[in-house]
């Protein structure tokens, strides 16, 4: 039980925890603020991660819970986004996609033997982008500053390509990892 409720898990849970105050936020029209929510949720990302390696308190829960955290958020701002209009639809659709695709290969990956992908650094930097873009975008709904959304985009843009160069490099880590996996399979 310690090992699941220990310093860094802690920070993944609050960040968890904030997820349904960022969307009650957006509902009521709040969206200013649901963007600055969203931008502590999403600059809170290296935390946990940081406090596991620092504190020697890295747990299997812990290696779960960030990426759910990260996906979670992510996926809520950009769906939610689109439904009360605070995120183009050609933005919010281009992650949408790419994460189904993702989602899709890591079923038929965990299905084939592949029990985890290592995570890359500019995956992390596409995820840091698309926080920028998606936080500016409802940050400039609910200033009603016009000009933000130009910012948006400027990261938008560049988060959504690089997310896309990321998934192809995934998919074939995913296939890598299939055949090694075969290739264990057949030595037993």
Request: charged share 15%.
């Amino acid at each position: 039980m310690q090992e699941v409720l220990n310093v860094p898990n802690t920070v993944s849970f609050i960040r968890l925890l904030l997820i349904p105050v960022f969307i009650w936020l957006a509902l009521i029209g709040q969206t200013a603020w649901a963007g600055a929510l969203l931008g502590v949720i999403g600059a809170t990302d290296w935390i946990d991660g940081y406090l596991a390696r620092r504190l020697d308190q890295v747990t299997e829960v812990g290696k779960m819970l960030d990426p759910i955290a990260d996906r979670l958020a992510v996926a809520v701002a950009v769906v939610l986004g689109l439904v009360i209009g605070v995120v183009p639809a050609w933005f919010g659709w281009g992650i949408i996609i790419r994460e189904a695709v993702i989602g899709i290969g890591a079923i038929y990956g965990w299905t084939h033997g592949v029990k985890r992908l290592d995570v890359r650094w500019l995956g992390k930097l596409a995820t840091l982008l698309l926080y920028f873009g998606v936080t500016i975008f409802y940050v400039a709904d609910g200033c009603d500053l016009h000009w933000l959304w130009w910012v948006a985009i400027g990261f938008g843009i560049p988060g959504l390509i690089t997310y896309y160069v990321v998934a192809f490099a995934y998919l074939g880590d995913m296939r890598t990892a299939i055949a090694a996996a075969r290739g264990r399979d057949s030595d037993q």
